[in-house]
């Protein structure tokens, strides 16, 4: 059976038990159970049967059972268990993914150390660490137990992410080592990782409820892993967590405390950032990048780069260099992705996107570790000079999660000593700003936990999207429901508050669809909000949904009927359904708010020659071309409104100014249609000519002049003559 095929029975169970068809379940189950020797599993699947028919006897005999539905709840409980038994096993066997590669060996490897074994090693370790960290001397014995500190860490971690249910003895022990305070920091860390991605793979409700225990842990950073951990395992299993009560009441316990909804939503704010990270990339890979490579050989000229790595060049600045950016065009780009960065985005994902080669993260575990230049893995680089400067700068940058930590430290380990010494000054240079802030500062814990858990998301973001081992693991960020659908997170933040900040933040992100979902459960809270119209109307535009948004504009002029801007966007959507009788009382509304607007004036004049009331709409035309300063601008359609009311000369008139200031395609073919009209058939056939080179073909240029068609019949063209016609231009284009 093939890993898709196993995906398929997945599928087909999730859905089963979701809709109560234990029968096609336990049918499914048997058949997958075909394929796996495990007469264990067998045997439950035939005790689960077996109680569901003796109910269902009960139930044709109309018996009744006060505990049929406590049985029921069990039963489905007990199914969706076994299902989970059954397909991971089948995963082990069969599937081609990195994970289940790594189980198989986890599982076959008899010797490997129970929890509680490793757990004592662990702290042994810790003890040694401890009592050799008196002594303030870095030797080869400190270095050994920190070996066997990262190694056993690894065994914990990787016994936890391979792992099958974690039974309630090893909870236990997790448990007190996750809410031991003396116990290693980065340990708890990477428990807390470890149980977030064993998850993402496989429900456990004893991982769950670790999880859900340490979303009140004193240190900050394993709180902000534990609830990142827990929201993405009910956005995933949130179909069937109400079967279990324990997890349910510690959820309801916590969505009682204030600090921890707010935690809430800044996290799922920062995720939907995480959203725009790929569209980030591109735009720094697409634009900025290229351009700097352009102007790259002048402005070294410019800045003289040579002088710039002496000393006698470090302390002056040369003004030229920000004028010759400005200059480039760049200027503006460089501001807008530092305001990005300062808004909690994620540039530097192509920065480091190429630097997750190094060994280190071919374990899993390095990719979530907090960053820590003490690693063994690094102690051959002890006497690199200037290193232990440079990592003491970056551990306190605001900008860099633990992993691009880790792959600045490794480049530069290999950068000549003047780079090394270069970038240590930027780095102290930017700790030292941070830190003289921060002493201006109130201490903000609201601030500082959002920026572990942005960091930990981009740590996460890394992983799924760079890690050479991502292959088969479902990637968190890509293809999956928004948090809000989740049923128990949107219970938690559905306040009116929490859930219009998360809909601005969708929305000022461009991300319409998403928007328009929060402000439509906004308007069940608060039906009268004109403004929470208004911008689902927008999100509905936005997405090509008209006349959705036209609905809603409607409805928010009738609570606001002075906005200006709703009564615009009504026109609009009347114009682009092409109603344009409709789209004209609106736009006579809006012109009597500003009658001088130009725009306005234009729109009018299109709905009355769509409308053929061609009078009314050179009146408009006219009008634009007689307050518009740039008066070009209303040339176009005075020439074409003429043709099609018969004023020729007038057409041309204005045709031939158009020809003499900035032609495209359509006025060569328009100002041909005049004089095809006035039988000048040489001069049309030229200009028809022009177009189709303008066009960049005859058959785009046949496309267009078709769609003319019936305006030339009815200026009196025979429709006979029309293939001829092309076919002299088709010769002459030639």
């Given at each position: 059976m093939t890993s898709e095929d196993i995906k398929k029975h997945a599928r087909n169970i999730a859905v089963c038990l979701e809709q109560r068809k234990l029968k096609d379940v336990f049918d499914s189950l048997s058949l997958l159970l075909s394929n796996l020797q495990n007469w264990q599993l067998k045997e439950q699947l035939n005790e689960l049967e077996q109680t569901y028919k003796a109910m269902l006897s009960y139930v044709s005999e109309g018996i009744e059972d006060p505990q049929r539905n406590?049985?029921?709840?069990?039963?489905?409980?007990?199914?969706?268990g076994l299902s989970d038994h059954v397909l991971s096993q089948?995963?082990?066997?069969?599937?081609?993914?990195?994970?289940?590669?790594?189980?198989?060996?986890?599982?076959?490897?008899?010797?490997?150390?129970?929890?509680?074994?490793?757990?004592?090693?662990?702290?042994?370790?810790?003890?040694?660490?401890?009592?050799?960290?008196?002594?303030?001397?870095?030797?080869?014995?400190?270095?050994?137990i920190r070996k066997e500190l990262e190694s056993t860490t690894k065994l914990i971690f990787n016994y936890i992410w391979l792992g099958d249910d974690l039974g309630k003895e090893n909870k236990q022990i997790l448990s007190g080592l996750l809410s031991d305070q003396i116990n290693s920091h980065p340990v708890q860390c990477l428990i807390i990782t470890a149980l977030t991605l064993n998850l993402q793979e496989t429900f456990d409700e004893n991982k769950i409820e670790?999880?859900?225990?340490?979303?009140?842990?004193?240190?900050?950073?394993?709180?902000?892993?534990?609830?990142?951990?827990?929201?993405?395992?009910?956005?995933?299993?949130?179909?069937?967590?109400?079967?279990?009560p324990e997890i349910y009441n510690r959820w309801q316990h916590l969505s009682e405390d204030k600090s921890f909804i707010k935690s809430v939503v800044t996290i799922l704010l920062q995720f939907i950032l995480s959203k725009d990270t790929e569209k980030i990339t591109r735009r720094i890979n697409e634009e900025l990048i290229p351009e700097m490579m352009k102007i790259n050989p002048i402005l070294s000229e410019k800045i003289k780069l040579e002088d710039l790595m002496s000393d006698s060049g470090m302390d002056d600045k040369n003004p030229e260099w920000q004028n010759f950016i400005e200059e480039a065009g760049l200027s503006d780009k460089l501001q807008e992705f530092s305001e990005l960065q300062m808004s909690g985005a994620d540039v530097m994902h192509s920065s480091f996107a190429h630097l997750k080669t190094y060994p280190f993260?071919?374990?899993?575990?390095?990719?979530?570790?907090?960053?820590?230049?003490?690693?063994?893995?690094?102690?051959?680089y002890s006497e690199v000079a200037g290193l232990k400067e440079f990592s003491d700068a970056i551990i306190k940058s605001p900008f860099l999660c633990n992993s691009d930590k880790y792959s600045l430290y490794l480049s530069v380990v290999q950068m000549p000593e003047s780079f090394r010494k270069m970038m240590t000054g930027q780095f102290s240079a930017e700790a030292s700003a941070i830190k003289e802030m921060q002493e201006t500062e109130l201490p903000d814990a609201e601030k500082q936990s959002k920026n572990i858990a942005s960091q930990y998301i981009r740590d996460l973001y890394r992983f799924y999207k760079l890690s050479s081992k991502r292959r088969g693991i479902q990637d968190i960020f890509d293809g999956q429901k928004e948090f809000y659908q989740s049923e128990n997170i949107f219970q938690m933040v559905s306040t009116e508050e929490n859930m219009q900040i998360i809909g601005e933040y969708y929305f000022n992100k461009d991300h319409y669809k998403e928007a328009a979902d929060i402000f439509d459960k906004l308007l069940k809270l608060n039906p009268n909000n004109d403004t929470f119209f208004q911008k689902r109307a927008y999100c509905m535009q936005m997405q090509g949904k008209i006349e959705e948004a036209l609905n809603d504009y409607l409805i928010a002029e009738a609570l606001n009927p002075s906005n200006s801007w709703v009564i615009k966007k009504i026109a609009s959507c009347y114009k682009m359904l092409k109603k344009p009788e409709d789209a004209l009382i609106y736009y006579r509304k809006t012109e009597q708010q500003n009658p001088?607007?130009?725009?306005?004036?234009?729109?009018?004049?299109?709905?009355?020659?769509?409308?053929?009331?061609?009078?009314?709409?050179?009146?408009?035309?006219?009008?634009?071309?007689?307050?518009?300063?740039?008066?070009?601008?209303?040339?176009?359609?005075?020439?074409?409104?003429?043709?099609?009311a018969g004023k020729y000369e007038q057409s041309l008139d204005y045709y031939e100014k158009i020809l003499n200031h900035k032609p495209e395609s359509l006025d060569y073919l328009n100002t041909g249609h005049v004089y095809l009209v006035t039988k000048n058939i040489k001069k049309a056939i030229q200009l028809y000519v022009s177009a189709a080179k303008n066009f960049g073909s005859f058959a785009k240029f046949s496309e267009v002049f078709n769609e003319d068609l019936s305006d030339l019949i009815a200026a009196g063209v025979e429709e006979s003559n029309i293939p001829l016609l092309l076919d002299l231009v088709q010769y002459d284009d030639n």
């Open positions: 406590k049985v029921y709840q069990n039963l489905i409980r007990s199914a969706y089948l995963q082990v066997i069969d599937s081609p993914g990195y994970y289940y590669d790594r189980k198989r060996i986890f599982k076959q490897a008899g010797h490997y150390p129970a929890l509680e074994q490793l757990v004592v090693s662990l702290e042994e370790s810790l003890n040694k660490q401890a009592l050799n960290s008196l002594l303030e001397q870095e030797n080869e014995q400190t270095i050994q670790l999880l859900l225990e340490s979303c009140d842990n004193k240190n900050e950073e394993i709180r902000q892993r534990a609830i990142i951990g827990v929201l993405l395992a009910f956005r995933k299993y949130d179909y069937r967590l109400y079967l279990y993260f071919n374990e899993i575990s390095n990719w979530f570790l907090p960053f820590s230049a003490d690693n063994t893995e690094f102690s051959s001088e607007n130009l725009s306005t004036q234009l729109n009018i004049g299109h709905c009355f020659l769509e409308l053929k009331n061609y009078q009314e709409a050179l009146k408009c035309y006219y009008k634009v071309e007689f307050l518009d300063k740039n008066e070009s601008r209303a040339w176009r359609p005075i020439a074409w409104c003429s043709f099609l």
